[in-house]
Antibody, heavy 112, light 110 residues
Framework: EVQLVESGGGLVQPGGSLRLSCAAS????????MHWVRQAPGKGLVWVSR????????SYADSVKGRFTISRDNAKNTLYLQMNSLRAEDTAVYYC?????WGQGTLVTVSS | NFMLTQPHSVSESPGKTVTISCTGS????????VQWYQQRPGSAPTTVIY?????PSGVPDRFSGSIDSSSNSASLTISGLKTEDEADYYC?????????FGGGTKLTVL
C-alpha cells in the first residue's frame, strides 16, 4: 500500500524557516516524480513544487520561487521542502503527492 | 499560463446523476491527461479518476470521466448519487512539467 506521511509543520513567525518532510513507502520512491501542493484555509488546491525522480530537475510556482527548495533523498525514501522567508500567505496545509496518491498533509501557520 | 475552470458549486438529489465540468483556457485539454480528486471536509484529497477516465481500485463505477475536445473540457460524472459523495471535487492537468488545478467544485447532495 502506498503511504505518504508528511511532518515538520507548525507555527513560525514571518520571515522564519521550516523544513517539511514526506516519508514514502509501499512503492519504488526513486522511480517517481514527486510534488508539493498546498491548501490555504477554506481555499482550493495550489501546486507548489515538483522534483523529478533522481532529483536533477525541479520546478516551482512563482509565488514560492527563490524562497522554497524541494529536494529528495532516494536512499531514505523521503521528500523535503525547505521553506525560507515565510509569509502570512504561506499559511496552508501542505501535501506531498505523486500521481494518484496524496499524504494526509501538515499544517504550516505563519503568524507573529 | 494554462488554467482550468470549474463551476463553483453544483447540487443534486440522491439517486440522480451530476456532471462537473473542467474547461481548459488554451490549447487542447486532450493533449494531457486529466485527473479528478475528491476532498471531503477535513480530509486529504483522494483520486477518483486518473488519466482522463481510469478509476483507481476501490472507486465505485458510479464515477466516470471523459474528455470533450470540441469544448476543450473534461467532465466528471457521478451517477446514483449518495450523500457520501458530498465533497469538493478538483480537476488537475499539466502545464509543461507542473500540475494545474481547477478551482474546485462543491457538490451538495440534498
Amino acid at each position: 500500500e502506498v503511504q505518504l506521511v508528511e511532518s515538520g509543520g507548525g507555527l513560525v513567525q514571518p520571515g522564519g524557516s521550516l523544513r517539511l518532510s514526506c516519508a514514502a513507502s509501499g512503492f519504488t520512491f526513486s522511480s517517481y516524480w514527486m510534488h508539493w501542493v498546498r491548501q490555504a484555509p477554506g481555499k482550493g488546491l495550489v501546486w507548489v513544487s515538483r522534483i523529478n525522480s533522481d532529483g536533477s530537475s525541479t520546478s516551482y510556482a512563482d509565488s514560492v520561487k527563490g524562497r522554497f527548495t524541494i529536494s529528495r533523498d532516494n536512499a531514505k525514501n523521503t521528500l523535503y521542502l525547505q521553506m525560507n522567508s515565510l509569509r502570512a500567505e504561506d499559511t496552508a496545509v501542505y501535501y506531498c503527492a505523486r500521481e494518484r496518491n496524496w499524504g494526509q498533509g501538515t499544517l504550516v501557520t505563519v503568524s507573529s | 499560463n494554462f488554467m482550468l475552470t470549474q463551476p463553483h458549486s453544483v447540487s443534486e438529489s440522491p439517486g440522480k446523476t451530476v456532471t462537473i465540468s473542467c474547461t481548459g483556457s488554451s490549447g487542447s485539454i486532450a493533449s494531457n491527461y486529466v485527473q479528478w480528486y475528491q476532498q471531503r471536509p477535513g480530509s486529504a484529497p483522494t483520486t477518483v479518476i486518473y488519466e482522463d477516465n481510469q478509476r483507481p481500485s476501490g472507486v465505485p463505477d458510479r464515477f466516470s470521466g471523459s474528455i470533450d475536445s470540441s469544448s476543450n473540457s473534461a467532465s466528471l460524472t457521478i451517477s446514483g448519487l449518495k450523500t457520501e459523495d458530498e465533497a469538493d471535487y478538483y480537476c488537475q492537468s499539466y502545464d509543461s512539467s507542473t500540475w494545474v488545478f481547477g478551482g474546485g467544485t462543491k457538490l451538495t447532495v440534498l
